[in-house]
Structure formats: C-alpha cells, structure tokens
C-alpha cells in the first residue's frame, strides 16, 4: 500500500527549541491527521485537518494542511521533555476506504 | 465515553493456537480498522469495516480472520498462529457521512501477542 514520506526520520534537540516535520504524498489527500506515540502505547490523534491550506493549533503544536493537498507539515513550538516520542502523520483521499501512514519522526529533546 | 477499547493487553500463544482480539469502540464510529505494528515499523492495515455486517481485507489479512456484527464491535480472529504474527496489534474506529470525508481516526492501546 502506498506509504507517506515524512521526514526527518529522528531528531535531536535541546529543550525549549522549535521542532519542525513534514509529510507528503504522490496523491491527494482530503484528510491529514498527526499522532503521538509513546513506547508500549497506542496513537494518539493530535491534530485534525480537513482543507487546503488550513492551519490549526493544539497548546504549542500547529500543523498544517498544504496547499497542493499532497503535503502537511507539523510544528512544535519550546519543546518539553514529554514531548518525546514518535510522530506519525496519516491521510485519506477521496477514494478508497483506508488511511496511509507516514514513516515516523522520533524526537527526543535533551533537557 | 472510553473511546476505543481492545483486550487482552498482552498475550503469548504457541504455534498453531488460536486466539480472539477485542475491540470496542463506543463513539457510534461507522469504521473499525486493526492494524499490526511491526518493531520500528509503520502501521500494516489488516482488515477493516465500513458498518455492521460489512468487512474487506486491507494489505496483509492472510492468517486473520474478522466479523462486525454491531456497530461497537470488530473482534480480529487469529486461526493457527504462527511466529510471523508476532506484533503489537492496534484496532481503530473513525467516521464518514459522505463518500471521500472521513474524519478523526482514534486508536486502542494496543494488543502485545508473542507467538514462540
């Protein structure tokens, strides 16, 4: 199945720095969806997005939905040791039944 | 409202065993999804349903079998299970109203099946 390509694959950053990911596809999509992931636990749904160019903010993440439908872009502002974890983005065109899923941004900040 | 549930949360089986994964959902979510999650590994969709009485095969359903006989409900059947199977298995629900709009996904913790 087609797979998402998100980048960067890891991160390294000091605490209280800015973090920046992205994500993108070969198709268009109508929904973009950002999670968080810890160890040993399940996805959890951070950020929903549903048009073209819509910015939407959750406390100090802001993720939005690219203009060519075919991108989305997470940020996340003075990052804090809980941040830690891996990010994943996930979309749905208007075809088909399933979500694709992107490879994964593992972030780890440095107190 | 506890959103999406799945048990057991763990779980080890020997080869050729069979076993029933839960999942539960309670948001009134037309689709439930499982997925498998492989170490260091992105999400592998399994099967999936789009209502009561409807499922489809996604990209690896061979060795798992599923039924959605209500809404809240989408147990993922394992028959004769073998080590590949070894994963962290993952149910999921979200909603349409119209064909190409679908909104949230929400996820389980997460089943944890060893097969040795």
């Known amino acids: 199945g087609q797979q998402l390509n998100q980048s960067p694959q890891s991160m390294f950053i000091q605490e209280g720095e800015d973090v920046s990911m992205n994500c993108t596809s070969s198709?268009?999509?109508?929904?973009w969806l950002w999670y968080k992931q810890d160890p040993g636990e399940g996805p959890v749904l951070l950020i929903a997005?549903?048009?073209?160019?819509e910015l939407t903010s959750n406390g100090r993440l802001t993720a939005q939905f690219g203009i060519t439908r075919k991108d989305s872009f997470l940020n996340i502002s003075a990052s804090i040791p809980s941040d830690v974890g891996i990010y994943f983005c996930?979309?749905?065109?208007?075809?088909?039944?399933?979500?694709?899923f992107g490879t994964g941004t593992s972030l780890t900040v440095i107190p | 409202n506890a959103g999406v549930t799945q048990t057991p949360k763990f779980r080890i089986l020997k080869i050729g065993q069979s076993m029933t994964l839960q999942c539960t959902q309670d948001?009134?979510?037309?689709?439930m999804y499982w997925y498998r999650q492989d170490p260091g590994m992105g999400l592998k969709l399994i099967y999936y349903?789009?209502?009561?009485?409807?499922?489809d095969k996604g990209e690896v359903p061979n060795g798992y079998n599923v039924s959605r006989s209500t809404t809240e409900d989408f147990p993922l059947r394992l028959e004769l299970a073998a080590p590949s199977q070894t994963s962290v298995y993952f149910c999921?629900?979200?909603?349409?109203?119209?064909?190409?709009?679908?909104?949230?996904?929400?996820f389980g913790p997460g089943t944890r099946l060893t097969v040795t």
């Open positions: 997005l549903y048009k073209a160019g």
């Open positions: 948001m009134n979510h037309n689709y």
């Open positions: 996930a979309g749905h065109s208007n075809t088909g039944n399933q979500f694709y």
């Open positions: 999921a629900s979200s909603y349409s109203i119209r064909t190409g709009t679908f909104y949230e996904q929400y």
């Open positions: 198709s268009i999509f109508n929904t």
């Open positions: 349903s789009v209502g009561a009485g409807i499922t």
